[in-house]
Structure formats: C-alpha cells, structure tokens
C-alpha cells in the first residue's frame, strides 16, 4: 500500500519570506501523481499543483513550485513570497497508479508572521 | 455553476440512527468521492464512484455506503450512526482519474451523540 508522510505538524515563516514544506511518500508503482491542497481556517480545500512521475520539469503555479525529487521519494512545496493569506493547513496527496483513490497526509500548519 | 454542493452544513445524530449526506456536482463530472476528516488529521477516502452506476470502496467504508444513479448525485448513507462517526465529510469531484485536480464541496460537519 502507498504511504505518504508530511513530518512537519507546523511550520512559522516570516511575511515575504519563502517556505518548504516536506512531503515523502512510499511506493513501487512507476507511475503516480502528487497534489498538494490547502485548507485555511474557513475549512475549505483548494487545489495548489501537480506533478505526475513521467513529468520531466517540476510544476509551478504563480508562487507555488514543487521540489520533486523523484529517487528520494520527495515532493516538497515551496511557497515563495510569504503573505499572511498563506496561514493554513497544507495538504500533501498520494494519486495511486491506477490513476483513481488519492491518498492525503496529515498536514502541516503554516502560520505566516507579519 | 454552483460547482459542488454538500448538504447540510450541519448535523448531530443519536447513536444508532442513520442519515444521508447529500453531494451534488454540476460539471459533469465522471468520478466523485467521499472522504472524512478528524480533527486535526488528513483526508480519509470512503468511497468512489468512477460514474453512474459504478462504486468502490475506498479506505475506511465500514458503516457506510454509496449510490451513484446519476452523474449529478452521489449520496453517502450512514447507518446505525457510532461516535466514532464523528467528523467532517467532503464530497469531491473530478471529470475524470488521475492529473485532474478534485473539487471539493464545503463539508458537513456531523457529530454522533
């Protein structure tokens, strides 16, 4: 079974500054797919990025890049240019090989600091 | 388009009754999804459909189940309502598997007395 692990409960970064936040995940499938979502306090979940393992660039979307690194396991989002709108929980998510259930680890709370 | 939405917004049920959340999308959508979430916790994955009259289980389905007649509709039975039932409930969709991003409904939240 895949596994996907966020290590990090809660991170603090300074407004304006840039943040990464860690995701691993465990799998022998070749083929597979990662999202990353936020949830801020209003309980909501928005879809951030994508980056499927065929991919040969890492994504980005505005502010939002995602670190792939495929040997190790990794898929670390990084958040350019902190804004206090930033504050909420980051949802790392595991898209199996059949392409159909996603998997989501627990979350990191990123709290920006003005 | 109103996208995906959840009702209600709210529910507390007594031990031992059972209700139906509802989940309505209107994009069309083939695949749609059910998830919990416990406080302070990730996403859990109840059940999908893949479209019309196809679902499956995902990880934690014991004490629900899914119907799935129409693309539009997608409504997750409760049965028997536990405390361990306690949580938060999305419904999402998506036009199809893989690199399509899901949209997620605003939740119900339920709580089991």
């Known amino acids: 079974a895949q596994k996907i692990t966020q290590t990090q409960p809660g991170m603090f970064v300074q407004e304006k500054e840039a943040v990464t936040l860690d995701c691993t995940y465990d799998t022998s499938d070749p083929s597979y797919g990662l999202f990353w979502y936020k949830q801020p306090s209003s309980g909501e979940m928005i879809f951030l990025i994508y980056q499927g393992s065929y991919d040969q660039q890492n994504a980005t979307e505005g502010r939002y890049s995602l670190n792939f690194q495929k040997a190790r396991k990794s898929a670390n989002l990084v958040i350019s240019a902190s804004q206090l709108g930033d504050s909420a929980m980051y949802f790392c998510?595991?898209?199996?090989?059949?392409?159909?259930?996603?998997?989501f680890g627990t979350g990191t709370k990123l709290q920006v600091i003005p | 388009n109103a996208g995906v939405t959840q009702t209600p917004k709210f529910r507390i049920l007594k031990i031992g009754q059972s209700m139906t959340l509802q989940c309505t999308q209107d994009?069309?959508?083939?695949?749609m999804y059910w998830y919990r979430q416990d406080p302070g916790m990730g996403l859990k994955l109840i059940y999908y459909?893949?479209?019309?009259?196809?679902?499956d289980k995902g990880e934690v389905p014991n004490g629900y189940n899914v119907s799935r007649s129409t693309t539009e509709d997608f409504p997750l039975r409760l049965e028997l309502a536990a405390p361990s039932q306690t949580s938060v409930y999305f419904c999402?969709?998506?036009?199809?598997?893989?690199?399509?991003?899901?949209?997620f409904g605003p939740g119900t939240r339920l709580t089991v007395t």
């Open positions: 459909s893949v479209g019309a009259g196809i679902t």
């Open positions: 994009m069309n959508h083939n695949y």
């Open positions: 999402a969709s998506s036009p199809q598997g893989g690199a399509y991003e899901q949209y």
């Open positions: 998510a595991f898209l199996s090989g059949g392409y159909q259930k996603v998997t």
